[in-house]
């Protein structure tokens, strides 16, 4: 993991992008005055993050769908 801070970033993306594309980083913390601010990701990891979040909608909203069918059923 490597951290580079917001002034290199702007300096160095095209390096920083390939790093990240041809394996050599699996992700490249930004930061500014030392404190981390932001991530960049490879796209393979995004597309696991999106579809972790799908599923944790998915199960959010059956979990509300049952309360609501619950609550309908109590009147």
Do not use: H
């Not at 980083?25 to 960049?40: F, P, Q, Y």
């Amino acid at each position: 993991m490597q951290k580079m801070t917001l002034t290199a970033a702007r300096k160095e993306i095209g390096e920083a992008v390939n790093k990240l594309v041809y394996g050599k980083e699996d992700r490249i913390i930004l930061s500014r005055r030392g404190k981390d601010l932001a991530v960049i990701l490879p796209i393979s990891y995004l597309e696991i993050l999106d579809k972790i979040e799908d599923r944790w909608l998915q199960e959010k909203a059956k979990k509300a769908l049952k309360e609501k069918g619950k609550s309908l059923g109590r009147r």
